[in-house]
């Protein structure tokens, strides 16, 4: 199994290294601009089989493959990239292909649910007593 995780917490390094311990390969963005290098210039990671997002990270502006240029700023603006994007780039937003790894799964769930995709995501709250099982969980549907 192949994963692409975007994460810029540096408290998640052993939950990606326990990713790392459960799969072939790990391909780990810390960025958005190094994610969307990734995933709009480099065709292999788009076939990868789970995506693992953080929801909110640093602004960015990306020039995409088109040469327009999109700014993320908002709060959950990792979100904003993936339901943007992801299509386009033939990545299915499936609760059993992609997840978004956040410590603020209440607020995402209602960003989620207002943009129409509630039930599209598979939500992984890093504050969880479970997050293990969660990731398992993900990991295998």
Known sequence: MNIFILEDDSN???VIEWLKRKSDEVKVATNIEDMAYY??????????????????????????????EA?????LNGIDY?????????????EDKVAILTAFANKVN??????C????????????NQLKKQLRDFLNA
């Open 71 to 75: 700014e993320y700023n908002g709060a």
């Open 110 to 115: 209602v960003y989620l649910e207002s943009k």
């Open 117 to 128: 995709h509630s039930n599209s995501l598979k939500v992984i709250d890093k504050n969880d």
């Open 82 to 94: 993936m339901l943007d994007n992801f299509s386009e780039l033939g990545i299915e937003l499936r």
């Open 39 to 68: 995933l709009e210039y480099e065709e292999k990671y788009r076939k990868y089989d789970k995506f693992i997002m953080d929801a909110s990270l640093k602004g960015a502006v990306i020039l995409h493959l088109n040469g327009e």
């Open 12 to 14: 998640c390094s052993g």
